[in-house]
């Protein structure tokens, strides 16, 4: 069984940071890659970037290019999401996710991802 448990999140005030952490456990467990995706009320859950273990790249959602940083450790199952210059907008619950498969360019949808986290909320006041 896989779990995948998120961290970090809180209220912040507009232009603040904040640092997600997530990270994906189980008896054999190795994942392929691992993203960040986020769903605010009323909305779809959208894509906010990823990081690939296979190909050591990553992916960001344009919305939040040049503002968040994805890092991790892919023998650990661990990856962080820094978030800076936050906005209002980015008012969100934030979903940590693991994949087992290869998409090469690709885990920018929830279909590509095997195991989620619960979420953890992040709120920026304006």
């Known amino acids: 069984q896989v779990q995948v448990v998120e961290s970090g999140g809180g209220l912040v005030q507009t232009g603040g940071s904040l640092r997600l952490s997530c990270t994906a456990s189980?008896?054999?467990?190795?994942?392929?890659?691992m993203g960040w995706f986020r769903q605010a009320p009323g909305k779809e859950r959208e894509f906010v970037a990823v990081?690939?273990?296979?190909?050591?790249?990553?992916s960001y959602a344009d919305s939040v290019k040049g503002r968040f940083t994805i890092s991790g450790d892919n023998a650990k199952n661990t990856v962080y999401l820094q978030m800076n210059s936050l906005k209002p907008e980015d008012t969100a619950v934030y979903y940590c996710?693991?994949?087992?498969?290869?998409?090469?360019?690709?885990?920018?949808?929830?279909?590509?991802?095997?195991?989620w986290g619960q979420g953890t909320q992040v709120t920026v006041s304006s």
């Open positions: 996710a693991a994949s087992t498969s290869y998409y090469y360019s690709g885990h920018q949808q929830p279909n590509h991802y095997d195991y």
């Open positions: 189980g008896r054999t467990f190795s994942s392929t890659a």
């Open positions: 990081r690939r273990w296979y190909s050591s790249t990553s």
